[in-house]
Nanobody
Framework: QVQLVESGGGSVQAGGSLRLSCAAS????????LAWFRQAPGKEREFVAS????????IPPDSMKGRFTISRDNAKNTVYLQMNSLKPEDTAVYYC????????????WGQGTQVTVST
């Protein structure tokens, strides 16, 4: 059982950076695989990145590779998404998600945080 709360969203100009944070309310943070998803209006939810308890990460989709980096600090029960060189098409609600290490689906979700990138 874990509760996830995102923060760090906001409005930035193209080329700017943001760091999103996801605070997890749990005493077993290391037991969860954490991920970031995003969803733009009228579009399907899109996977951004995931990170395992060991710190191993997935490679983001090509549109975000090299610009977005996921990390986690188990001591602080927090997962981060560093977003650089932001583009207008990055505008979306960004969600933090979690799953048990042995689970196949992400069954814990935060409420999301809005990221808006303007030209």
């Amino acid at each position: 059982q874990v509760q996830l709360v995102e923060s760090g969203g906001g409005s930035v100009q193209a080329g700017g950076s943001l760091r999103l944070s996801c605070a997890a309310s749990t005493r077993t943070f290391a037991n969860y695989v954490l991920a970031w998803f995003r969803q733009a209006p009228g579009k399907e939810r899109e996977f951004v990145a995931s990170i395992y308890w060991s710190g191993a990460t997935t490679i983001p989709p090509d549109s975000m590779k090299g610009r977005f980096t996921i990390s986690r600090d188990n001591a602080k029960n927090t997962v981060y998404l560093q977003m650089n060189s932001l583009k207008p098409e990055d505008t979306a609600v960004y969600y933090c998600a979690g799953r048990d290490r042995g689970a196949q689906k992400y069954n814990y979700w935060g409420q999301g945080t809005q990221v808006t990138v303007s030209t």
